[in-house]
């Protein structure tokens, strides 16, 4: 009975849980503040078919992309920067990635960006308060807006510039321009 009563309330979510791959019997004990034997004794009371354990469990490589995805603004890590973490070729990468975003592990996005110029650029926009322009012409890209532009369009989650312009900065900026075309 006392058993019963610990997981009383939570058996739908919990039966979603366990029919979710991904997360383990221990995982599971811990989120629901109970017992590895609890869990087992729910399955077995309940008669729940847990999928077998798959290929993305068991894989080095997937873990990794895994580990590598979680990172706060990943989705904008160059694809390259991304092998070169694991030590893992071209062919090897697509093929586990793809099992990944297809079994919704990891964002749609990850590992899509090619660019490592991009990459550099956007490292620099998520942590410094300079214009989009400035963060161009340090990492040698004339159109990192557009290129921002076209991400957003497509989806990917980019968040607000850290630097903003205000009517200040606005107007020094016009003032700057000015004076650069009379000097020549
Ligand atoms: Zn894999």
Same mark, same amino acid.
Request: hydrophobic share 35%.
């Given at each position: 009975?006392?058993?019963?009563?610990?997981?009383?309330?939570?058996?739908?979510?919990?039966?979603?849980?366990?029919?979710? /791959?991904?997360?383990?019997?221990?995982?599971?004990?811990?989120?629901?503040?109970?017992?590895?034997?609890?869990?087992?004794? #729910?399955?077995?009371?309940?008669?729940?078919?847990?999928? /077998?354990?798959?290929?993305?469990?068991?894989?080095?490589?997937?873990?990794?992309?895994?580990?590598?995805?979680?990172?706060?603004?990943?989705? #904008?890590?160059?694809?390259?920067?991304?092998?070169?973490?694991?030590?893992?070729?071209?062919? /090897?990468? #697509?093929?586990?990635?793809?099992?990944?975003?297809?079994?919704?592990?990891?964002?749609?996005?990850?590992?899509?960006?090619?660019?490592?110029?991009?990459?550099?650029?956007?490292?620099?926009?998520?942590?410094?308060?300079?214009?989009?322009?400035?963060?161009?012409?340090?990492?040698?890209?004339?159109?990192?807006?557009?290129?921002?532009?076209?991400?957003?369009?497509?989806?990917?989650?980019?968040?607000?510039?850290?630097?903003?312009?205000?009517?200040?900065?606005?107007?020094?900026?016009?003032?700057?321009?000015?004076?650069?075309?009379?000097?020549?």
């Amino acid at each position: 009975m006392a058993i019963h009563g610990q997981l009383r309330g939570v058996e739908r979510e919990l039966i979603r849980d366990l029919k979710e /791959a991904t997360i383990s019997v221990s995982q599971l004990a811990k989120k629901y503040g109970v017992s590895r034997q609890t869990i087992y004794g #729910f399955i077995g009371r309940k008669g729940v078919k847990r999928p /077998a354990r798959e290929h993305t469990k068991q894989c080095s490589i997937c873990q990794g992309l895994i580990r590598i995805a979680r990172k706060q603004h990943s989705d #904008f890590l160059a694809s390259h920067t991304i092998r070169e973490e694991l030590g893992v070729g071209k062919a /090897a990468f #697509f093929y586990h990635i793809r099992i990944l975003r297809s079994k919704r592990l990891v964002s749609q996005k990850f590992g899509k960006l090619y660019s490592r110029r991009a990459e550099r650029a956007y490292q620099i926009y998520f942590k410094k308060r300079i214009p989009v322009r400035t963060i161009g012409k340090l990492v040698g890209l004339k159109n990192f807006w557009s290129i921002i532009r076209k991400h957003k369009d497509l989806g990917w989650n980019v968040p607000a510039p850290l630097f903003t312009y205000n009517s200040k900065d606005r107007r020094r900026s016009a003032a700057k321009r000015i004076r650069r075309k009379k000097q020549g």
